[in-house]
């Protein structure tokens, strides 16, 4: 019986729990470990907030707001779970009376960045091989 052209070959050896998907992927120097992409840092806007800190230092929320394209509710949203997590720092303060929010990445948020983005670099470069 011929082989269904549609059908997703899987290598065992890359399988992980799930019997899916890359099992391990090893990134530079680092020890094997499932695929297992830090949720908190992949999510669209957040990577986008966590990227956009650590280019720039900090940025006022309506600079972050204006760069990413998203409403206040939204970023606001995100980035109180990134702070929750200690990724990110918010400073609030006055000018004249006008409010200033202002944010910055922690150690720990550069850290955590560091090593989603060499996940990735070892998922991308797995995939090419």
Known sequence: MAADPGAVRRRPDLAGPDGLGLGAVSGKGSEPGPLELDRLIHER???????????NGSLSFTDL????GTTDGNLSAHARRLEDAGYVVCHKSFEGRTPKTEYGLTDLGRRELNAYL???????DATRE
């Open 118 to 124: 060499d996940h990735m670099e070892a998922i991308i």
């Open 45 to 55: 806007v957040r990577l986008g907030i966590v990227s956009a800190l650590a280019v």
């Open 65 to 68: 707001r204006d760069l990413l």
